[in-house]
């Protein structure tokens, strides 16, 4: 009998083309932006190294406000990606396993 495990955790750093689950750790941002990045997969698209926000984030379909660079991009550091993967799956599984808090 052969048994197959997804493993949700991830030992190394997120790499550009992966797909996130991230959790904006800035609370003067409104609850609306707030609630559309820890529940909307985004991919990274960047990596900046040396600065403080090395992670550019690019989301399909953000809220139209003025946090995020060029209306569908925001900027995260290492500990606000909660999770990620090269399939986009694998995301939608970890927000679904999130939602029902399994």
């Excluded at 949700?8 to 941002?29: F, H, I, M, T």
């Excluded at 090395?54 to 003025?66: E, T, V």
Aim: aromatic share 14%.
């Amino acid at each position: 009998m052969i048994t197959q495990f997804k493993i949700y955790e991830n030992l190394s750093k997120p790499q550009v083309g992966d797909y996130v689950v991230c959790q904006d750790l800035d609370r003067s941002l409104p609850r609306q932006t707030l609630e559309f990045i820890s529940n909307t997969i985004g991919e990274l698209i960047k990596y900046k190294k040396g600065t403080l926000f090395p992670y550019i984030i690019y989301y399909k379909d953000s809220p139209q406000n003025n946090h995020f660079q060029y209306h569908n991009q925001r900027m995260m550091q290492l500990k606000e990606i909660l999770f990620w993967s090269k399939n986009k799956e694998d995301c939608e599984d970890y927000l679904a396993a999130k939602k029902y808090n399994l």
